[in-house]
């Protein structure tokens, strides 16, 4: 049977997250009925990684096997015709019976948008988190940097997360400022379950002043969860990236997303 990638973009507000539930709408049961549409049968999909509800995606990643053929367009255009307008695949490929779209990546990469301002966001209210306090960039960035590495990450891993350990690898992790938000990314070999945000709701602890950037080292060594900050919203994360061997030979989206609040993008 061929084994298709196919690369994935999604708004996740409306979403119990990506895997599938009996009884709430998430993004593999749209992106699995939008499939079986066009192969005529049931198709089941692995994803690269699966994000919360309300979480976003421009580089989600998945793939499937089918006993049919059909031309890539049919898994590009087809399929789109048949997902709802906050779903949207945006590239097909065919790597070999060896991909795994979750067990052949090496990295993973998130974003997590936050606007640091008086009032909370109207039009950006499902796009980006929000903190009625200023933040200082430069403290974070420098809090930030002793997560790079191989830790054990327990200070940081939501109390139903089901990963066998607890140790992960930061590859890098900055803090920026691009016009009226703070940019925060995570690249890392994988996540824990709410690592990232509450990663991100720690860092804000240090910006906002109510902790030194020392504080962030003695909150991952006590490997205690009710230590480090709060849990940040759903709404300001993106899946922006998923990276694999080279041989697999898959398309490499720019990093994203890109908003009014965002001058460009690196």
């Avoid at 998430?26 to 690269?48: D, F, K, N, Y």
């Avoid at 499902?126 to 809090?143: F, N, P, T």
């Avoid at 709060?230 to 990236?241: D, I, K, Q, R």
Wanted: aromatic share 8%; proline share 6%.
């Amino acid at each position: 049977m061929p084994r298709i990638a196919l690369g994935i973009e999604y708004d996740g507000s409306a979403y119990h997250g990506w895997q599938r539930q009996a009884h709430a709408p998430t993004i593999q049961a749209c992106v699995e009925t939008a499939l079986e549409a066009v192969a005529c049968q049931p198709v089941s999909v692995t994803a690269a990684g699966r994000t919360d509800s309300g979480v976003h995606a421009n580089a989600q990643v998945v793939h499937f096997d089918v006993p049919v053929e059909r031309p890539d367009r049919a898994w590009l255009k087809g399929v789109n015709s048949h997902l709802p307008a906050d779903i949207g695949v945006r590239w097909v490929a065919r790597p070999g019976a060896d991909f795994d779209a979750r067990r052949t990546a090496i990295a993973r990469r998130y974003r997590y948008l936050l606007m640091a301002t008086p009032l909370a966001p109207v039009l950006l209210r499902q796009r980006v988190g929000w903190s009625y306090q200023s933040l200082d960039i430069r403290r974070m960035h420098k809090a930030a940097q002793v997560l790079v590495g191989e830790h054990d990450f327990s200070s940081f891993r939501a109390a139903g997360c089901q990963a066998k350990h607890p140790y992960r690898q930061i590859h890098s992790l900055s803090v920026t400022h691009q016009a009226d938000c703070v940019v925060i990314d995570i690249r890392a070999n994988a996540f824990l379950h709410h690592m990232d945000r509450n990663i991100v709701g720690t860092l804000m602890r240090v910006g906002a002043g109510e902790q030194s950037p020392g504080w962030v080292a003695d909150v991952l060594a006590a490997c205690d969860r009710r230590l480090a900050g709060p849990t940040a919203g759903a709404e300001g994360l993106y899946f922006v990236g998923v990276e694999y061997p080279d041989c697999y030979d898959l398309p490499k989206p720019s990093v994203g997303p890109v908003f009014a609040c965002i001058e460009g993008d690196e």
